[in-house]
């Protein structure tokens, strides 16, 4: 089920607050674990079991690790964990990756296992694989109680898209929460923003991306408006999703970590993942890239250490060669930048480090949505214009004036001024006009509901 | 004041979240949708096997949406944002220029061009050297509101040469200079049969039979006509008014199909009504129709080949021929016309729209 579906939207959604609202406060978290088993089993009902035995391995083991804490039985039982987690990730998701690489090296013919990705597996792998950890370092105690480690893992606004929750942001929550005014209306404003950058804004761009595809015309124009289309489509998809979890999140009083933090603004690469997708790089900084010793290590250590977690994030991203490229690009140039390009860049003024991020940016995710490398190789010459085909054609003018005013507002909505902005009027005008534009929002998005289809989210094949 | 800005917020996204199902609740359930000319889902039957195997929640799915209280309201909604507020050209392939709906084709499908030529040189071929064979191309509407307003459009003159390099021992038929855009449904891709008489003179004039005397049509007005493309662009156009043009000749004429028992007649007003009011013209798509003209004063008959465009011109033909014999190769495989219809000496006249010759593979 996706956020963005009359289903989840006029059934599941209602059917869930209600039942929440009214039974005891020591059923919730029953009711929400059984409704969050209940949205991935719509989507995913053969691996609703996956994601059972994922959520009790982590509990059995956490458990152990605790009543033998500071023992050599804990570090197995952490080893443990993390290999059953990451045996689950490594075949759902990696195997026919290592079998076609073999295949590539080797030029053997081992078939393929063709098993279907279940939706959300890296995220609440990795949700289940840090609360074993963090329990193993005694940053939180085990939960003893199967139903609230449950709703811990599976709970719908965040189970198949992120943010990645770690057990300790909402370990008092889970036991023990409360909802008021400010936080129940500021999550149903936060969660109706993003769905409207999701439906309005996203899916637009997305289908902008698909003519492009379908389309004859290979001109530079066309190239770079796809380009443009799918810079904004994945991070208003993303981000879109992000601020319904988080708005879901504070109906149901949980508190999510902000996972997007206008990201297009950044003038380094190293900002950038400062501000992309948050609870990922945190996930990768505090488990991997620490433990190996972080920046607090001999300089080549150092740089093996980005290097490590760059590949590791590409893949995280896709069982696919375009996506490790993509993860160690931006390897390279993080490590460019703390070796010396940031001192370069800050002399340059406000301007040209934006450029400079965006270009990178643009290019970056011109290679991630590619479908292969040569197919990457491809449509990066087209946007830098080194195919030799022409500038413009009939196609990518008549789509960039259809598209002209989406994109611009949209440029728009990725820095802080529209926020800025609403929140520098009165309070009488807000009160008036915050209630209209989720309104309006709820009736547009509707609308675009009910005549499309099925519009599934970008995030889902990770 | 902020109390009152958070209640409301909260009581607008309740109304929405609430309200709307429970309008869908209490709404009965509608069986088709005119505007957009389908049955619609119906409520699945809850099933174990259904549950498991997911189909039940699929369908739920489409019922759902399918369903949704004021659907064509809500879609009306979006395209109009789409063109008024984000100044879109087109939404899903769909345009407005000058009061007329259109659908974008934007390029020549190569393999089903190709391949529509194959197929209609295959038909010419296995014709009788009796046969005078004719061919001509229907402009779509494109034509007139694509090509002169900026929307990306097929290469008409590429289109029109390559037919006349391609297609062999057929006598071309122009029929591009005859019309323009008002010449054609303001919500439909369908030309208007009251503004067919150039047509129609080019058509006899080629083929050497006489010309109807036009001013003996009267013409009857069936109102409103919602075109193809006013349902699935969800766009507030004004409907049409569809105008059939009958006559004495129209009137005796008798109607046989190989797909319905029992005869029919040129005009079937009753089917106005239905899922496409356009189905008023030889009541719409069929395989292999005959109509007869008892009384015509010639022996000569006409093969025409055709699409749906056929149906609203083959009865101003009516009066030229004796009988009239039209063929859908969408629906009527080309392998069988020779135990079906009888071409000794007839007139053999292929029509066919830009679209369908752009989308060919339908032929069989």
């Known amino acids: ?462 | 004041m902020t109390k009152i800005r958070q209640w409301s917020t909260l009581a607008v996204c309740a109304l929405f979240l609430f309200g709307l199902p429970l309008w869908h609740l209490l709404s009965p359930d509608e069986e088709f949708s005119k505007s957009e000319r389908r049955r619609l889902e119906q409520l699945p039957e809850l099933t174990l096997s259904g549950v498991v195997g997911g189909e039940y929640f699929e369908e739920m799915e489409d019922y759902l949406l399918d369903q949704f209280p004021k659907r064509d309201a809500f879609r009306s909604v979006k395209s109009v944002f789409s063109f008024s507020v984000l100044r879109q050209k087109d939404v899903g392939g769909f345009y407005r220029q000058g009061g007329h709906l259109g659908k974008l084709e934007t390029a020549l499908d190569e393999a089903q061009f190709s391949y529509g030529i194959r197929k209609l040189n295959e038909v010419r071929e296995a014709l009788p050297k009796s046969c005078a064979v004719y061919y001509a191309v229907i402009p779509d509407k494109n034509v007139y509101l694509a090509q002169p307003n900026g929307y990306p459009h097929i290469d008409y003159d590429d289109m029109l040469r390559r037919l006349r390099e391609g297609l062999e021992n057929m006598t071309e038929i122009s029929l591009f200079d005859l019309l323009d855009a008002n010449d054609y449904y303001r919500t439909d891709a369908h030309w208007r049969q009251e503004n067919l008489e150039p047509v129609v003179s080019r058509i006899t004039q080629a083929m050497g039979v006489p010309t109807p005397d036009w001013s003996s049509w009267q013409p009857q007005e069936l109102y409103p006509f919602q075109g193809v493309y006013l349902g699935q662009s969800a766009l507030p156009v004004e409907p049409d008014t569809l105008v059939y043009l009958g006559n004495d000749v129209t009137d005796a004429s008798q109607v046989s199909s190989l797909e319905a028992s029992g005869g029919s007649t040129v005009y079937t007003p009753d089917r106005f009504s239905g899922m496409d009011g356009y189905d008023t013209f030889l009541s719409g798509a069929q395989a292999l129709l005959t109509v007869e003209n008892p009384l015509a004063d010639t022996d000569r008959r006409l093969i025409l080949f055709r699409d749906s465009f056929g149906s609203s011109l083959a009865p101003l033909l009516l009066e030229s021929y004796r009988e009239i014999t039209l063929v859908d190769l969408r629906y009527f495989s080309s392998s069988l016309l020779g135990d079906y219809v009888d071409f000794d000496g007839a007139d053999v006249l292929f029509l066919y729209s830009t679209s369908i010759l752009n989308s060919a593979m339908l032929f069989k």
């Open chain 1, 1 to 462: 089920m996706v956020f963005s579906s009359v289903p989840f939207l006029y059934v599941f959604l209602p059917v869930v607050l209600l039942c929440c609202f009214v039974v005891p406060k020591r059923f919730k978290n029953l009711v929400l674990l059984a409704a969050s088993l209940f949205f991935y089993y719509y989507g995913e009902r053969a691996y609703t079991s996956l994601l059972l035995i994922s959520s009790l391995s982590d509990y059995l083991h956490s458990l152990y690790i605790e009543k033998h804490r500071g023992t050599q039985r804990a570090k197995i039982a952490l080893v443990s964990s993390i290999a059953v987690n990451l045996a689950l990730l490594g075949f759902f998701k990696y195997a026919d990756f290592l079998i076609s690489t073999v295949n590539s090296l080797l030029r053997t013919s081992i078939p393929l296992l063709k098993v279907p990705l279940p939706i959300g597996i890296s995220f609440f792998t990795f949700q289940t694989m840090s609360y074993t950890i963090d329990v193993y370092r005694g940053r939180v105690h085990a939960q003893k109680n199967l139903v609230t480690m449950g709703t811990f893992v599976c709970l719908f606004p965040q189970l198949v898209a992120g943010p990645i929750v770690r057990y300790s942001d909402i370990t008092l929550e889970l036991e023990q929460r409360s909802t008021t005014l400010d936080e129940v209306s500021a999550g149903a404003r936060r969660f109706v923003v993003g769905l409207a950058k999701k439906v309005l804004v996203a899916n637009a761009m997305g289908e902008l991306c698909g003519l492009y595809r379908s389309a004859g015309e290979q001109t530079t124009l066309f190239a770079l408006l796809y380009a443009a289309a799918f810079t904004i489509q994945i991070y208003y998809d993303f981000s879109g999703y992000s601020d319904m979890a988080i708005g879901l999140g504070l109906l149901f009083g949980f508190h999510f970590p902000e996972n997007f933090n206008y990201p297009y603004l950044s003038r380094s690469v190293s900002e950038f993942w400062r501000r992309w997708h948050m609870t990922l790089g945190g996930w990768f900084r505090d488990y991997v890239y620490i433990p190996l010793g972080g920046n607090r290590v001999p300089r080549l250590l150092y740089i093996r250490n980005i290097f490590v977690v760059w590949a590791l994030t590409g893949l995280w991203h896709g069982a696919a060669w375009n996506f490790v490229v993509w993860g160690l690009l931006f390897g390279v140039l993080l490590t460019a930048e703390k070796l010396f390009l940031d001192k370069w860049l800050q002399k340059c003024g406000r301007i040209l480090p934006h450029v400079y991020v965006m270009a990178v940016v643009v290019l970056s995710f011109v290679l991630f949505n590619a479908s292969s490398m040569q197919g990457a190789l491809a449509d990066i010459a087209a946007v830098l214009g080194l195919t030799g085909a022409p500038f413009a054609g009939t196609l990518s003018l008549y789509y960039l004036k259809s598209y002209a005013v989406l994109l611009a507002v949209s440029v728009v909505g990725c820095t802080p001024w529209p926020k800025k902005l609403a929140l520098a009027l009165p309070e009488g005008v807000r009160a008036v006009l915050e209630p209209v534009a989720m309104a309006v929002l709820l009736l547009l998005v509707t609308a675009y509901l009910v005549d499309g289809s099925f519009n599934p989210f970008l995030y889902f094949r990770f």
